[in-house]
C-alpha cells in the first residue's frame, strides 16, 4: 500500500531536548516537504527537498533541520525545542511528474 | 514573498445548499492550484486541482474556477451534504514549475447543517 508513514504520532517534551520526527514514503517520490499546521495559519512549509542530499528551505524554517540522505526518509530535527514548536506536523511527498502532496498522518508534538 | 489568502475562514450552510471558498494569490508564476480536505483528526487529501492552462474544472458535486488575470481561484460546491463537513485548504506553487514548494491558504471550515 502506498503510504507516507511518520513517528511518532504523539509526543510530549520539554524544552531544550533534541527530538527527531521521522518519515518515510514507498512511493518512490522525489518531493518531500514538512508542514506544521496551527489554528488559523493553516499549513506552512518548514522545509522540502527535491531529492537526496538537496534540500530548502520553506516558509517557517527556523528551529527545525532536517536531512535527506535516502530517498525513502526525511527526518525533522529539533535541536532545542522551545514551546512555540508545539504544533501538528504533517510529512509529504509527491512526485516530479505531478504535485499532489500525499500527507503522513501528522505528529502532534507539545512542548513544555 | 508568495502569499495565499483564503476566505472565508468559516462557512455554515444548510445541507443541499452551495458552498464557495475565494483564494488569492500573489506570484503571477504561479501555474498549479490544488484544494485539499481535512477531515477532522485526518490528514489533508487532495480532493480537485486545476493548472494555469485551464479555466474551469468539475469532479462530480466540486468544481474549481481560475481567473488568472486577476489571480484568483475558486472551490464550489453544490447539493452540500453532511460528510462535506470539513477544513478546505486551497494551495498554489510559487514560480514556474514543480519545485515541490507549495503555499498553502489558511483554511476555511465548513459546517454542513443537516
Known amino acids: 500500500e502506498a503510504q507516507v508513514t511518520q513517528n511518532p504520532r504523539y509526543l510530549i517534551t520539554v524544552t531544550g531536548k533534541k527530538l527527531t520526527v521521522t518519515c518515510s514514503q514507498n512511493?518512490?517520490?522525489?518531493?518531500m516537504s514538512w508542514y506544521r499546521q496551527d489554528p488559523g495559519l493553516g499549513l506552512r512549509q518548514i522545509y522540502y527537498?527535491?531529492?537526496?542530499?538537496?534540500?530548502d528551505k520553506g516558509d517557517v524554517p527556523e528551529g527545525y533541520k532536517v536531512s535527506r540522505k535516502e530517498k525513502r526518509n526525511f527526518p525533522l530535527i529539533l535541536e532545542s525545542p522551545s514551546p512555540n514548536q508545539t504544533s501538528l506536523y504533517f510529512c509529504?511527498?509527491?512526485?516530479?511528474?505531478?504535485?499532489?502532496?500525499?500527507f503522513g498522518a501528522g505528529t502532534r508534538l507539545s512542548v513544555l | 514573498g508568495e502569499n495565499v489568502e483564503q476566505h472565508p475562514s468559516t462557512l455554515s450552510v444548510q445541507e443541499g445548499d452551495s458552498a464557495v471558498i475565494k483564494c488569492t494569490y500573489s506570484?503571477?508564476?504561479?501555474?498549479?492550484f490544488p484544494w485539499y480536505k481535512q477531515e477532522l483528526g485526518k490528514r489533508p487529501q487532495l480532493i480537485i486541482d486545476?493548472?494555469?492552462?485551464?479555466g474551469e474544472k468539475k469532479d462530480q458535486r466540486i468544481a474549481v474556477t481560475l481567473n488568472k488575470t486577476a489571480k484568483h481561484f475558486s472551490l464550489h460546491i453544490t447539493e452540500t451534504q453532511p460528510e462535506d463537513s470539513a477544513v478546505y485548504f486551497c494551495?498554489?506553487?510559487?514560480?514556474?514549475?514543480?519545485?515541490?514548494?507549495?503555499?498553502f491558504g489558511q483554511g476555511t471550515t465548513l459546517q454542513v447543517k443537516p
Open positions: 486545476i493548472r494555469s492552462n485551464v
Open positions: 512511493m518512490n517520490h522525489e518531493y
Open positions: 506570484d503571477s508564476a504561479s501555474n498549479y
Open positions: 527537498s527535491m531529492n537526496v542530499e538537496v534540500t
Open positions: 509529504a511527498s509527491s512526485s516530479t511528474s505531478e504535485n499532489i502532496q500525499y
Open positions: 494551495a498554489a506553487t510559487p514560480g514556474r514549475g514543480n519545485t515541490g514548494k507549495l503555499i
